[in-house]
């Protein structure tokens, strides 16, 4: 079945620095755009950083320069790069690729906890 696998999440102290990735596959990304979501503890997901189709990349204005996506299409990955980490960063992160017209993708997520 193809999906998406997010990993890298983990435990760091405020300023520090994790890196996700998200393995996905081209079936599912050729006709995407694919991104990083997060949801933070009692609110709802919200959007990251995402690649349009045509490989622009955006970013939500609270990132504010801490946090990079990346990918690298020959091995099938997208990253996201968090710098700088806050303890209100503290949440799942998912990847997710959709399109119109197209079945939406959400990977499992990734705990990303930040200690003051």
């Known amino acids: 079945q193809v999906q998406l696998v997010e990993s890298g999440g983990g435990y760091v102290q405020a300023g520090g620095s994790l890196r996700l990735s998200c393995a996905a596959p081209?079936?599912?990304?050729?006709?995407?755009?694919i991104g990083w979501y997060r949801r933070l503890i009692g609110r709802q997901r919200e959007l990251v950083a995402y690649?349009?189709?045509?490989?622009?990349?955006n970013y939500e204005k609270f990132v504010k320069g801490r946090f990079t996506i990346s990918r690298d299409n020959a091995e099938n990955m997208v990253y996201l790069q968090m710098t700088d980490l806050k303890p209100e960063d503290t949440g799942v992160y998912y990847c997710?690729?959709?399109?119109?017209?197209?079945?939406?993708?959400w990977g499992q997520g990734t705990q990303v906890t930040v200690s003051s």
């Open positions: 997710r690729a959709w399109g119109a017209h197209v079945v939406d993708y």
């Open positions: 081209r079936s599912i990304t050729s006709n995407r755009d």
């Open positions: 690649f349009t189709t045509d490989g622009n990349a």
